[in-house]
């Protein structure tokens, strides 16, 4: 089991920036990571993954170049820079953990058996 704890939710400005982080209750230095969000009447869409020991990173196409995935095996902690916010990006985030063995999308939720409970993000034009 992994506990995960998400935080650095806001309100913002379109144009501003905010960092996620996301806590583990144990080591997370063998699993895959991803950060998730869904606004409201919308399904589940993954937003960044990070793997493991690698870290190749993946990003989907609306954030690309505007956020950045990054993990601290050492701190347990996944994080989300995100950078040059818009409207479009507000939504509940969430972090999630993928445990071995790995094979096909990392932006499949189903894929991810631990989740954070969420941290809010407002974007206002």
């Known amino acids: 089991q992994v506990q995960l704890f998400e935080s650095g939710g806001d309100s913002v400005q379109a144009g501003g920036s905010l960092r996620l982080s996301c806590a583990a209750s144990?080591?997370?230095?063998?699993?895959?990571l991803a950060w998730f969000r869904q606004a409201p009447g919308k399904e589940r869409e993954a937003v960044a993954g990070?793997?493991?020991?690698?870290?190749?990173?993946y990003y989907a196409d609306s954030v690309k170049g505007r956020f950045t995935i990054s993990r601290d095996n050492a701190r347990m902690t996944v994080s989300l820079q995100m950078n040059s916010l818009k409207p479009e990006d507000t939504a509940m985030y969430y972090c999630?953990?993928?445990?071995?063995?790995?094979?096909?999308?990392?932006?499949?939720?189903?894929?991810?058996?631990?989740w954070g409970q969420g941290t809010q993000v407002t974007v206002s034009s």
């Open positions: 990070i793997t493991s020991p690698s870290e190749i990173t």
């Open positions: 144990r080591l997370i230095d063998v699993y895959n």
């Open positions: 999630a953990v993928r445990q071995p063995p790995y094979g096909g999308g990392w932006y499949e939720s189903w894929r991810y058996p631990f």
